[in-house]
């Protein structure tokens, strides 16, 4: 079994800068890529960033030059350094771990139970 947490969620003035942690925990001998994704209140989940084990990353356009996704693939974290945050990135964050390889075989899809970011104008 595998479980994230997620952790540095919180209020924020606008302009100003958070940075969320999730780390994932099991027996886990891989994760094929890890994400964000957010969901503000009465909208769709939608995709932040996301980081495949081998580095490589992608952005939703509308964080793209304020958010910066990390990883320690030796430590299974993830990182989300959000800069220029303004309210309309208020929502949940929620960890998501993709294709993970576990003691009990592959496990396609794991969600965090979420943290909450608010940005206040």
């Known amino acids: 079994q595998v479980q994230l947490v997620e952790s540095g969620g919180g209020l924020v003035q606008a302009g100003g800068s958070l940075r969320l942690s999730c780390v994932a925990s099991g027996t886990i001998f891989s994760i094929s890529a890890m994400a964000w994704y957010r969901q503000a209140p009465g909208k769709q989940r939608e995709l932040v960033a996301d980081i495949a084990k081998s580095g490589s990353t992608n952005y939703a356009d509308s964080v793209k030059g304020r958010f910066t996704i990390s990883g320690d693939n030796a430590k299974q974290l993830v990182y989300l350094h959000m800069n220029g945050l303004n309210p309309e990135d208020t929502g949940v964050y929620y960890c998501?771990?993709?294709?993970?390889?576990?003691?009990?075989?592959?496990?396609?899809?794991?969600w965090g139970q979420g943290t909450q970011v608010t940005v206040s104008s």
């Open positions: 998501n771990a993709r294709r993970v390889w576990t003691s009990t075989g592959w496990i396609p899809d794991t």
